[in-house]
């Protein structure tokens, strides 16, 4: 079976929310065209940006409906899916499936430290009880553990897993998983300080949270690198590392989230327990969006 090649620049994304907390859904959409519009390759609803883990099951499958809807098959809608237990895990893809999602970013397991075998079997027990795509997500700072690349290559052996974002932020790591899997699965970044670096080293694109907020530029870097403008290319990943680190390394997505109401895009409240962020961090913001040129 041919396996479905994801590429380019996909927004993990932020789900706007109300002051009450509840999902602003007209804000979802207006998000989602932003987004089309800005050239990225796809788009990935109930990541850790999109604040899973504080979302209900139903609520979950309600913003991957919606964004299937809005993005009307014009890119790729990779739905986080990920839970602590295989059980639930398989209950989340099957509705991400239900309502249209392309494929399945599949979170490590956290909370319990997994073995590499337990790790396989999760994902092996998932792969056969689903029909869709599967990507696999390490992020090693949120779930403790770290997909080693010979555990990433054995998984990219069965049939629905299509590729996997690497969020270690290590070079050595993404390389490695290049070397073996890379004709079997893309390769995606997960953090934005290394895209090009992955790029140059032949993986497909990335999953980044500051195409949420740059997402033009990051797209000017995918296709700089993809037409041998490299030069171009490294500048604009440099131009964008004190953005990656305050929006990913510092804050997190609620500075994400404050970035996008900077641009005037309604991203709307965090959920709590998450709380907006404070005056000093907006301003460390406000300045690396006008030296962005964003605002």
């Known amino acids: 079976m ?85 059980k639930e895990t398989i209950a989340l893809t099957k509705d991400a499936e239900d309502v249209g999602a392309t494929a399945a970013l599949i979170v490590t397991p956290f909370y319990f430290r997994l073995s590499n075998r337990e790790m396989i079997e999760h994902f092996k027990e998932i792969s056969e009880s689903v029909n869709i795509p599967i990507v696999l997500y390490n992020v090693p700072k949120f779930t403790g553990v770290n997909l080693e690349p010979s555990v990433i290559a054995q998984l990219a052996e069965l049939d629905q897993v299509i590729g996997v974002k690497d969020s270690s932020g290590s070079i050595w790591q993404i390389a490695e998983i290049i070397r073996l899997a890379r004709n079997k699965l893309s390769v995606l970044a997960g953090t934005g300080d290394v895209i090009f670096p992955t790029l140059m080293l032949g993986g497909n694109g990335a999953i980044v949270a500051i195409a949420n907020v ?28 004190p953005l990656n680190e305050v929006l990913t390394k510092k804050y997190g997505v609620v500075a994400v989230k404050e970035a996008l109401n900077m641009i005037q895009k309604s991203a709307g409240y965090p959920r709590k327990p998450l709380l907006p962020l404070d005056d000093q961090g907006k301003e460390e913001i406000r300045a690396i969006l006008k030296n962005l040129m964003l605002i």
């Not at 990541?47 to 809005?70: F, H, M, Q, W």
């Not at 530029?217 to 296709?223: A, D, M, R, W």
Request: proline share 6%; aromatic share 4%; charged share 25%.
């Open 2 to 86: 041919k396996k479905l090649v994801l590429k380019g620049i996909m927004p993990p994304h932020i789900t706007p929310m109300k002051h009450n907390g509840e999902i602003d859904e007209s804000s979802l959409r207006e998000c989602v065209r932003f987004w089309i519009e800005s050239g990225v390759h796809g788009l990935v609803p109930c990541g850790s940006n999109g604040e899973a883990p504080y979302l209900s099951r139903d609520e979950r499958k309600k913003v991957i409906e919606l964004v299937v809807e809005e993005a009307n098959g014009k890119i790729p809608v990779v739905a986080g899916t990920g839970s602590m237990s295989t």
């Open 214 to 241: 740059a997402p033009r530029i990051c797209v000017t870097l995918y296709e700089a690198v993809r037409s041998g403008q490299y030069s171009k290319a490294r500048e604009l990943q440099l131009k964008l590392l």
